[in-house]
């Protein structure tokens, strides 16, 4: 068995992860990142990012399409939110992922790929790669970047009881809105949407699970589909969990971002920009224990917000449908802003997140 030691050991290459491993390898520090799959970026994922979020943050090459229009319907109404500049955009996610292991790598990050956790032991990772081999690494911090199943998290002991699933499905043909569309019958207090890629459409919906179990989600998603042109029976089905049961994000030398850290939000199941903003803000605690977090905890309350709507349409599920289309009665009389639904903080950490 191979033995490795490491300054700093990430486990999950995805945008938490490579968010983390490049800020520290700036600044001089030896870093590994070890991803289980194969392929950097795949991910179950509707790929939408947003202006207050990563939209501006990275390259237009990325960027597929974008809109500076939002149509929101729900069972009784419907409206259009419109501003300047775009709103989301949607991004290809094994693209964006390979971009971000790039900028980590030129900063000096070491990346290893095909390569799975068997346990963990403290700061001791045993390991075994695709083609069997078995390895330890050692390092001095530890970080889970590995997403709503995280083994890191599962070691330090904390449960996960809040998340919810995510459908999706890559349509292989062109839509010129980005729609969302409420409905408390077909997806409780989640959504669906319909959101234009550049050579596909994707089609999926989101529910807290306290409110809906994936298979109620799924079998409501595609009925709601095929009565507006989708038929998506046949097209591959991708079903991922996300968590949003936030419990703390430093544990000693131990670290936990995104969804590991269960930082996603659960009423609208965004979780890329969380998982950016604590990764870059463990990389700076780490480097300095006296770094602000601000930009963690703007995301929390952001997080408890919606987490307390979640909670009221749990116990009263009569609730689910009032709440929706009062959500939506307060956008079409701009009462209520678009973004207050992200995940984006407060301007004071959204410029350098």
């Known amino acids: 068995m191979f033995s490795i030691s490491t300054d700093i050991l990430i486990i999950g290459a995805g945008p938490g992860g490579l ?17 289980r799959r194969k392929e950097i970026g795949p991910k179950v994922c509707a790929g939408g990012i947003t202006w207050d979020g990563l939209l501006r943050l990275v390259p237009e090459a990325l960027i597929e399409r974008s809109f500076c229009e939002q149509h929101i319907v729900s069972s009784c109404q419907k409206t259009v939110v419109r501003e300047k500049n775009p709103i989301i955009a949607t991004i290809n996610r094994t693209v964006l992922g390979q971009w ?23 700061l001791r990772v045993m390991t075994e790669t695709g083609n069997g081999e078995c390895k330890t690494f050692t390092c001095t911090q530890l970080v889970g970047a590995d997403g709503a199943n995280s083994l890191v998290r599962q070691y330090l002991g904390i ?19 980005m729609e969302w569309h409420l409905s408390a019958r077909a997806f409780g ?41 989708f038929q998506l029976k046949d097209l591959p089905c991708q079903a991922a969990l996300i968590n949003y049961d936030y419990r703390g994000y430093q544990f000693g030398p131990v670290w ?35 770094s602000s977090d601000n930009a963690i905890t703007d995301m929390v309350k952001k997080q408890a ?5 979640i909670n009221l349409t749990a116990r009263h599920p009569a609730c ?34």
């Open 19 to 35: 968010a983390c491993a490049k800020v520290l390898a700036e600044q001089g520090r030896h870093v590994l990142v070890l991803e």
């Open 100 to 122: 971000m292991a790039e900028q980590a790598v030129q900063a000096g990050a070491e990346i290893i790929t095909d390569i799975k956790v068997r346990s963990i032991d403290g």
């Open 159 to 177: 449960p996960a009881e809040d998340r919810g699933p995510g459908i999706n499905f890559q349509v292989p043909r062109s839509a010129e809105q």
């Open 189 to 229: 207090c989640g959504y669906a949407w319909i959101f234009p890629h550049k050579n596909t459409v994707s089609v999926g919906a989101y529910s807290p699970q306290s409110d809906m179990s994936a298979g109620r989600l799924k079998r409501n998603l595609l009925r709601w589909a095929d009565g507006r042109g």
């Open 256 to 290: 936990l971002v995104g969804d590991a850290a269960g930082l996603a939000s659960g009423l609208t199941g965004e979780g890329i920009y969380p998982a950016v903003v604590s990764g870059k803000t463990v990389a700076r605690r780490i480097l300095d224990p006296q």
């Open 305 to 309: 917000q919606h987490r307390r709507v």
């Open 320 to 353: 689910s449908f009032l709440l929706t289309e009062l959500l939506l009665l307060l956008l079409r009389c701009k009462l209520l802003g678009f973004h207050a639904l992200e995940m984006a903080p407060a301007p004071r950490s959204a410029t350098e997140p």
